[in-house]
């Protein structure tokens, strides 16, 4: 289950990115913190999850229509789905340097490296039945 990115200023709005740590720390502890959907198990996706929603059939964003539709100013996770054709930290640190995770890239679709300190956008998943 993936939490649908709004643009209603809320946490779950498009335009919030994170450092690393507060991804986890702001993010994902809010949203458990408030039982959103109902549930307290939100998480970072890990690279794989993060790069299964891929869409390469499209661009800025590449993603499934699923996860940008209606996005336009004011929307809620009701009317729209939203995502920035730009990075989302995935929760997998990179195995020959932990100050590093994996980045995958909504613009054209690829997939990155980068510091833990730099700022990216976070979409929350659960593994739910």
């Known amino acids: 289950m993936w939490e649908k990115l709004t643009d209603d ?12 740590d507060n991804a986890f720390a702001v993010k994902i502890a809010t949203l458990n913190s408030g039982s959103f959907a ?5 998480r970072v ?4 999850e993060l790069n299964s929603i891929l869409n390469l059939e499209n661009s800025f964003p590449a993603v499934a229509p699923a996860f940008h539709t209606g996005c336009i100013p ?3 996770g009701i009317a729209c789905a939203c995502t ?3 990075g989302y930290w995935s929760s997998t640190s990179f195995a020959f340097n932990p100050t590093l995770a994996w980045i ?3 613009n054209v679709g ?3 490296l980068s510091g833990k300190s730099s700022v990216f ?3 929350a998943v659960r593994s739910g039945s």
């Open 74 to 76: 004011g929307c809620n």
């Open 110 to 112: 690829s997939v990155d």
């Open 9 to 20: 200023g809320s946490i779950h709005a498009w335009h919030h990115f994170y450092i690393w």
């Open 121 to 123: 956008y976070v979409r």
């Open 38 to 42: 109902g549930y307290n198990d939100w």
């Open 45 to 48: 996706p890990n690279y794989k």
């Open 104 to 106: 995958v890239y909504f």
């Open 84 to 86: 920035q054709p730009s």
